[in-house]
T-cell receptor, first 112, second 116 residues
């Protein structure tokens, strides 16, 4: 069985602040993939990043960065200099085999 | 290709009625998935097809739910005798997969069902 936990249900920050969204996962498999998705109010799931279990290099894409630590089973997501447009629900997900397992999501509110 | 397409975007139905949703995956993707997302929760897996074969079904998929993927292209999800608890966003995703490997896992915009 696999499980993804996003302990922060809601985070509120002021524009330009940095914010980190936590994700902890559980799986018995040695090969798996981790994802982050953004879900704006319109409802679609927007793909942000996919990492495989063998690649622990941290990744940076513009204002977004991801910290994958296998030792603590965590895959945290940081937004630097947050903007109002970053307001959304963010989901961490794990796939091992064919099924994506999602965390409960973190609602991020960025205030002007 | 414009990605994964789902129709309708919204559906309001009376309790007890049957509803059917359609998903058109990315054309070269052989795998198709249905998920359900209720308010404030993450999406939950319902079922998965590889080509036309339905290979996995969640326990969430009661016998009132049926999914098909004739000819391995588009898929339909039917809910019979809808209940208020069926109100949710139904998401479709597709991928190109082989064995335990999946590439390009892409979601559609979803169909929001409201049962009144």
């Amino acid at each position: 069985a696999q499980k993804v936990t996003q302990a922060q249900t809601e985070i509120s920050v002021v524009e330009k602040e940095d914010v980190t969204l936590d994700c902890v996962y559980e799986t018995r498999d040695t090969t798996y993939y981790l994802f982050w998705y953004k879900q704006p109010p319109s409802g679609e799931l927007v793909f942000l990043i996919r990492r495989n279990s063998f690649d622990e290099q941290n990744e940076i894409s513009g204002r977004y960065s991801w910290n994958f630590q296998k030792s603590t089973s965590s895959f945290n997501f940081t937004i630097t200099a947050s903007q109002v447009v970053d307001s959304a629900v963010y989901f961490c997900a794990l796939i091992s085999g064919n099924m994506l397992t999602f965390g409960g999501g973190t609602r991020l509110m960025v205030k002007p | 290709d414009t990605g994964v397409s789902q129709n309708p975007r919204h559906k309001i139905t009376k309790r007890g009625q049957n509803v059917t949703f359609r998903c058109d995956p990315i054309s070269e993707h052989n795998r198709l998935y249905w998920y359900r997302q209720t308010l404030g929760q993450g999406p939950e897996f319902l079922t998965y097809f590889q080509n036309e074969a339905q290979l996995e079904k969640s326990r969430l998929l009661s016998d009132r739910f049926s999914a098909e993927r004739p000819k391995g292209s588009f898929s339909t999800l039917e809910i019979q005798r809808t209940e208020q608890g069926d109100s949710a966003m139904y998401l479709c995703a597709s991928s190109l997969g082989s064995g335990r490997t999946n590439y390009g896992y892409t979601f559609g915009s979803g169909t929001r069902l409201t049962v009144v």
